[in-house]
């Protein structure tokens, strides 16, 4: 063995043994201080009567209370809730939307059809002809009994 290599194992070793050393006395001490159970901060000595504690909270919340009932109270004389205000509003948003469309449906419903519109249903009826043409023409004898099938469990 050469003397580099023997070196580098003795000091891994004692790298090892130091961290051991150091992770245990880190332990002990903690231990020993008592800073591994230590209580909690927030502990209520016993002397402390619990009313006292509570009555700050209670008064706050019931003057809580006493607001959220006025305003519950305030809303029923009002006859209309909140939301339903707003949704009345909502309601006639949308009514004059439709109204508004319609307007502009019945517009152009009256003038009429440009060329380009005409070629354009033109078209696609000619697309429906070829389909309807070709589907016929190609069809195999189990689509044919498939459609004559459906045919007569429409009629019945």
């Keep these: 063995m050469n003397t580099p290599t023997i070196v580098h194992t003795i000091n891994s070793h004692w790298l090892r043994r130091g961290i051991v050393a150091a992770a245990a006395l880190l332990i002990a001490s903690a231990a020993a201080l008592g800073l591994a159970n230590r209580p ?8 402390m009567p619990a009313t006292r504690m509570g009555s700050a909270g209670s008064s706050t919340q019931r003057r809580y209370e006493d607001f959220k009932r006025r305003q519950v109270e305030g809303l029923e004389e009002a006859g209309v809730s ?5 949704q009345l509003r909502y309601e006639d948003f949308k009514l004059r ?7 502009a449906a019945a517009h152009y ?3 009429a059809p440009t060329a380009v519109q005409l070629r354009y249903e033109d078209f696609k009826l000619r697309q429906i002809d070829q389909r309807d043409a070709t589907t016929t023409q190609h069809a195999s004898a189990a689509q044919i009994r498939f459609i004559d099938f459906k045919l007569r469990q429409i009629d019945q």
């Design 109 to 111: 419903a009256g003038a």
């Design 40 to 47: 909690s901060v927030e502990c209520v000595p016993a002397s």
């Design 97 to 103: 939307q439709i109204d508004q469309r319609d307007a």
């Design 82 to 86: 909140a939301l339903s205000a707003v």
